[in-house]
């Protein structure tokens, strides 16, 4: 079908940009820094949206659910890329949050942006996933338009799954089925209908707090500590020994033993200092506080020796 989208926003012409292919490389760097503070701005206007989502998001994790980001091109890309972070960030299953892209694994490195005018391949995609009504889903489509996404959202809400739409245009241009709706309007592209400009670094952010915001939520952060992280390669070993000797006063080699007897958690080496109790025991307390390390302390009656 033969649809003019120019009265999308994000495929709008800026008029700022007019004669970018004139400019001196200066002149076009100055000008793409001064266009890349709207989506902080877009961001900010978006707060309210942004903590519902993360407090629904996390109900359903909590819960056993899982997240689901779900996109094509550089939406759905960037969605696969916040899935991909989270295992070793928070020690996260790889199952609680996943990324599905409109074409599968090989439009991760191929352009295949003709898939995504499949409304029924986003519904497809979910079943073989077994999405189900305990699920969250997060629609990305920076115009609003894509029937990929469109079709994810249309089944979630039939399952009554948790179904958040994100997009960069606003309501009035391109309405969503969602019940949380997430806009980020940076406004016309620089380069015109680019959204992997300005959109896409919004949408990066968004998804940046909602998925940091949940594993919040869930108890896989103290302070501002990543006390789940996964110790998989030499610097997270070390930013892990870092954690260790700021919460809990611990030298590299008394915190290297302890994650050696916790099995690499983080957790587990600062009860086992803090308590004075073995691996065993610091695994059991840990898990009847559901893994919340904070809980696990104060239930217990255990505090930290660093910054609380």
């Known amino acids: 079908m033969n649809v003019d989208r120019g009265y999308l926003l994000t495929e709008q012409i800026n008029r700022a940009s007019e004669n970018l ?66 295992p070793p960030t928070f020690c996260s299953d790889p ?4 990324g599905l892209l409109a074409g599968g694994a090989p439009a991760l490195l191929r352009s295949s942006e003709g898939l995504e005018d499949l409304f029924d391949a986003g519904r497809a995609d979910l079943q073989k996933s077994d999405f189900s009504a305990d699920d969250a889903l ?16 249309s089944y979630a809400m039939e399952l009554d799954a948790l179904a958040v739409a994100l997009a960069c245009v606003p309501t009035s241009q391109v309405e969503m089925p969602c019940h949380i709706d997430i806009r980020l309007l940076t406004g016309p592209e ?17 998804l940046n707090i909602i998925s940091t915001g949940v594993m919040v939520r869930l108890g896989k952060v103290y302070g501002n500590s990543m006390v ?20 809990a006063g611990l030298n590299r080699e008394q915190g290297l033993l302890l994650l050696k007897q916790g099995g690499g958690s983080v957790k587990v080496a600062l009860l ?31 505090q930290l020796h660093g910054p609380q």
């Open 21 to 86: 292919d004139q400019l001196s490389s200066l002149q076009l760097a100055q000008l793409f820094a001064n266009e890349d503070k709207l989506p902080q701005q877009a961001v900010e206007a978006a707060v309210p949206e942004l903590a519902a989502a993360i407090e629904a998001i996390g109900a359903r994790l909590a819960n056993g659910g899982r997240l689901f980001y779900l996109g094509a091109g550089t939406s759905g890309r960037l969605g696969v890329l916040d899935a991909a972070e989270c």
């Open 95 to 98: 199952e609680m949050v996943q």
């Open 138 to 153: 997060v629609g990305i489509a920076a115009g609003g338009t894509t029937p990929y996404v469109h079709g994810g959202l």
């Open 190 to 206: 620089l380069l015109t209908g680019s959204t992997r400009l300005k959109a896409g670094t919004a949408t990066k952010m968004a």
């Open 228 to 247: 789940d992280v996964a110790v998989t390669n030499t610097k997270l070993e070390d930013r892990a020994l870092r954690i260790l000797s700021s919460l």
């Open 272 to 302: 086992m200092s803090v308590a004075q109790l073995p691996a065993t025991s610091a695994i059991a307390l840990l898990e009847k506080a559901q893994g919340n390390l904070r809980l696990a302390l104060e239930v217990n009656g255990f």
